[in-house]
């Protein structure tokens, strides 16, 4: 008898981290991915430009563990998008996604991220070019709307032009991006959240693929967000408070409990600094930084991090900067 599975198979975009500049960098992905096997993982932005005009080697390179991880591309011409997503599947990437959400001025001036949302035949335009150029999944992320448009029938229409061209999946930070006056960080916290409109976008197209983004911090808040999405992507919580991750993968691929222990995690940081100072001289601060959220909310933390982040300590290899950590984490738990 032909086995039917009783469940259909989890969408790869159930759970990610999103991207965001300067933070999740090869060296954060790789925290990450010792903390949630399933996880899917995003890049920073990479401009079409850097990619064109810079070293690609330095744009792209990712450490193999970082499976499955999805390169981020910012631009709008639809032939350099699409040489760049052609690196992006020869370097091993698992999906191409477009950056249709940032709202910071420099972005604006090279006429891609959040403006480009005025404009979805442009984003049509590239993202068909990316479609024909590469076999793994093109994806886009987005805003619900740009300036003080309010109304649901902007991104439903942007939506269904992107789709038309080929995107199948859609990454919904629900709020809009407000292109004057808010720095990119206000425009993170000040236009108002409105979960509801994404969901009626997967109401909408059923057919297609959404994850939610934007102000979401909790298990439950996710969990009843997959009540209505296919998907929830996580930022600045996970940024900050990695070891949530260690939970994702139980809570919401069914896979067994996780067995990560803090201390196992730092030391597994700590070798893979040595690796990647051997490999290219790399020094251990550009790393540790992305873990100072590891011991969040935990007695210590405070003096575990300054050890972690203190300019004087620089020249120790990290070994011996892991070992001040621990003892000073260690001291604190005595004397408090
Ligand atoms: C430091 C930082 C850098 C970011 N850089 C990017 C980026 O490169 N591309 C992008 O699409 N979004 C970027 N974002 C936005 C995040 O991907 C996400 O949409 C936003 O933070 C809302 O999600 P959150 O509330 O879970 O953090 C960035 C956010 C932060 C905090």
């Known amino acids: 008898m032909e086995h039917i599975p009783s469940h259909p198979p989890l969408s790869p975009w159930r759970l990610s981290v999103a991207p965001m500049m300067d933070w999740t960098d090869r060296h954060c992905r790789y925290l990450h991915r010792l903390l949630s096997k399933h996880t899917l993982l995003y890049t920073e932005m990479v401009t079409t430009g850097a990619i064109t005009h810079g070293s690609v080697q ?8 970082e499976h499955p991880v999805a390169l981020q591309l910012g631009g709008s011409e639809p032939a350099d998008l699409a040489h ?3 690196l992006g599947e020869q370097w091993g990437y698992d999906e191409i996604n477009l950056n249709c959400g940032c709202p910071s001025e420099r972005v604006q001036r090279g006429a891609f991220g959040a403006c480009l949302m005025a ?44 789709s038309e061209a080929g995107c199948e999946v859609f990454l919904v930070h629900a709020r809009n991006a407000w292109l004057q006056g808010l720095s990119p960080k206000e425009n993170r916290e000040i236009p108002p959240l409105r979960y509801e409109l994404a969901h009626r976008l997967k109401r909408d197209f059923p057919q297609l693929t959404f994850g939610v983004n934007g102000g979401i911090t909790t298990n439950e808040q996710i969990a009843d967000h997959l009540q209505h999405v296919d998907g929830v992507m996580v930022g600045r919580e996970a940024y900050h408070n990695p070891w949530l991750l260690t939970s994702w993968d139980e809570a919401f691929f069914g896979a067994a409990p996780s067995t990560a222990t803090r201390e196992a995690v730092e030391e597994q940081m700590v070798t893979y600094m040595e690796r990647a100072f051997q490999e290219d001289g790399c020094p251990w601060y550009a790393i540790a930084r992305h873990m100072l959220g590891l011991r969040h909310g935990l007695r210590g933390a405070r003096r575990w991090r300054q050890i972690w982040s203190d300019h004087r300590l620089k020249p120790l290899p990290p070994r011996e900067v892991w070992a ?13």
């Not at 330095?58 to 563990?65: M, Q, T, V």
């Not at 994806?139 to 709307?145: L, N, Q, S, W, Y």
């Open 58 to 65: 330095r744009h792209l390179r990712f450490n193999a563990e």
């Open 84 to 86: 760049a997503a052609r």
């Open 119 to 162: 404009e979805p035949q442009t984003v049509a335009d590239g993202v068909k070019a990316m479609v024909d150029a590469v076999s793994i999944p093109v994806t886009v992320k987005h805003r619900i709307g740009i300036d003080k448009v309010e109304s649901y029938d902007f991104v439903r229409d942007f939506v269904g032009t992107v």
């Open 324 to 336: 001040m950590a621990q003892e000073y984490v260690g001291l604190e738990a005595e004397t408090t």
